[in-house]
């Protein structure tokens, strides 16, 4: 069990929270657990089941998160049932059946479909709550703070886990989430970031406001509920972000799930439907591919924060990785002049 987590409170936390809502004979099931957050399973005698999670206490905020955007747009995320937000835990109703459980690309992408321009209206809502996201504990990652968050990445303690000790002959293969950055990338990273810089001053002249990102939004976090209706949960991995960076892992999951190309019309048509939210897809593009660009700096710096809670040097690779993905400029279905590509 990690070192932050006493489970025991938690156990008990759980139970007096049952008490209160008169579950019959609760029972905690074995967790899933990362060195950054656990989950548990609690199942009732009739049938009723719901979710308790910890989390460490940089990622406290999901709680009191979750629970705001409950508040604040019904029918988004879970139901909350309890939390406690000097602690970090909650308690979430059952949200339905996994969107992972499903298997057809049929199935699959209209519920995508569906869905995505409900996500950029929400974000386009929460542009207005910009200091109140921040008051939450949230990540601050606005345009203008990634390169200074790059830098100190670069100059900080985790840098010596980023790189591998020997240059690697032949290059690497941008999917090995199992490798670190080699010298000469690790150099080109370090020479890169007045680049990045520039490159997050021209998105931010584009002029759409930060919103609340999701950095790790895939089928995994979302939830089917009645007729079609998703839910999308696990907020602990978010920000105060360039809103169009909630795409990166969604479209690239997704390219992996129904095993199509990166450029395949699916997956445009999908970016489409969620630009649509924002005005006319086709003058958005070349923002969304700068967009995506970017959001790789932005997720190897999430990966990079639950890395250092980590004794596994698989987390600090999965880092790496998305600092590589910048380096090589793979950033899913569109091209930086909003047309398709292959990489």
């Known amino acids: 069990m990690v070192d932050w987590h006493d489970e025991a409170a938690f156990f008990a936390w759980v139970a007096e929270q049952g008490g209160r809502r008169g579950w019959s004979s609760p029972r905690i099931a074995a967790p899933r657990q990362r060195p950054w957050s656990i989950v548990y399973e609690v199942l009732c005698d009739d049938g009723r089941r719901c979710f308790a999670k910890a989390s460490a206490p940089q990622l406290q905020y999901e709680s009191a998160l979750t629970a705001t955007l409950a508040e604040w747009e019904p029918g988004f995320v879970p139901a909350v049932l309890a939390r406690d937000d000097e602690r970090g835990w909650l308690i979430l109703a059952d949200a339905g059946r996994p969107l992972r459980e499903l298997t057809d690309g049929a199935e699959i992408l209209p519920l995508w479909r569906r ?109 089917i509920q009645g007729a079609g209706h998703l839910v999308l949960a696990d907020w602990g991995e978010s920000a105060l972000a360039h809103p169009f960076f909630s795409l990166r892992v969604a479209l690239r999951y997704l390219a992996f799930r129904l095993e199509i190309a990166p450029d395949a019309a699916e997956l445009i048509e999908l970016a489409d439907a969620y630009l649509a939210g924002w005005g006319e897809p086709q003058q958005l593009r070349a923002q969304l591919a700068l967009a995506l660009h970017l959001a790789s700096v932005n997720r190897a710096l999430t990966w990079a924060e639950c ?37």
């Open 307 to 343: 890395a250092a809670m980590s004794d596994d040097e698989e987390d600090h690779c999965a880092a790496a990785a998305w600092l590589r993905r910048y380096l090589r400029g793979s950033a899913g279905p569109l091209t930086r002049t909003g047309g398709a590509s292959g990489g």
């Open 115 to 223: 869905f995505l321009p409900r996500f950029a209206a929400t974000q386009r809502r929460l542009q207005q709550r910009e200091t109140e996201l921040l008051l939450l504990g949230i990540p601050d990652r606005r345009l203008e703070q990634l390169p200074l968050r790059l830098r100190a990445l670069i100059e900080g303690e985790q840098a010596g886990r980023l790189q591998a000790d020997l240059p690697v002959a032949g290059g690497r293969d941008e999917n090995a989430l199992g490798e670190k950055l080699s010298v000469e990338e690790w150099q080109t990273l370090c020479q890169s970031v007045p680049k990045f810089a520039e490159e997050c001053a021209h998105l931010t002249e584009c002029g759409i406001a930060p919103s609340l990102h999701h950095d790790d939004f895939h089928d995994g976090n979302l939830f």
